[in-house]
């Protein structure tokens, strides 16, 4: 599972749905999603879920039933990849404090739910 901050530009099923992921364009939310994939398939895993293709943002009923579910999603997770992209490579540690991560409302729970936790910077 993966734990990111929305952008502008996010992968969302239209995009993606029926498609081969790794054959397409490396367009905006794109990339997040192929580096995501690669880094859970190197790590063992067949599936990962991305929130952005699986929960439509522009419904804030689904948004916040979402939200309210986050918890038990993130505690079944077998893994949960934690992106920071706006942490630089080589950073120093205090840099995960400054990050825009850390803004969202929900962030407490992906931190103490998880039985496995993985942060990765700009660079995956």
């Known amino acids: 599972l993966l734990s990111h901050r929305w952008e502008e530009t996010e992968a969302v099923l239209p995009d993606i749905q029926d498609k081969v992921m790794y054959k397409l364009d490396e367009l905006g939310g794109i990339t997040k999603l192929q580096s995501f994939c690669k880094v859970a398939c190197d790590a063992g895993y067949r599936w990962a879920w991305m929130d ?3 929960i439509n943002r522009r419904s804030n009923t689904e948004v916040q039933e979402s939200v309210n579910s986050m918890f038990v999603w993130y505690r079944r997770s077998a893994l949960i990849i934690i992106y920071l992209s706006d942490v630089p490579p ?8 400054r990050s825009i991560w850390n803004e969202r409302g929900w962030t407490l729970q992906e931190l103490v739910a998880p039985k496995v936790i993985i942060f990765y910077q700009k660079d995956w």
């Open 52 to 54: 952005t293709c699986c």
């Open 90 to 97: 080589s950073s120093k540690p205090s840099a995960l404090a």
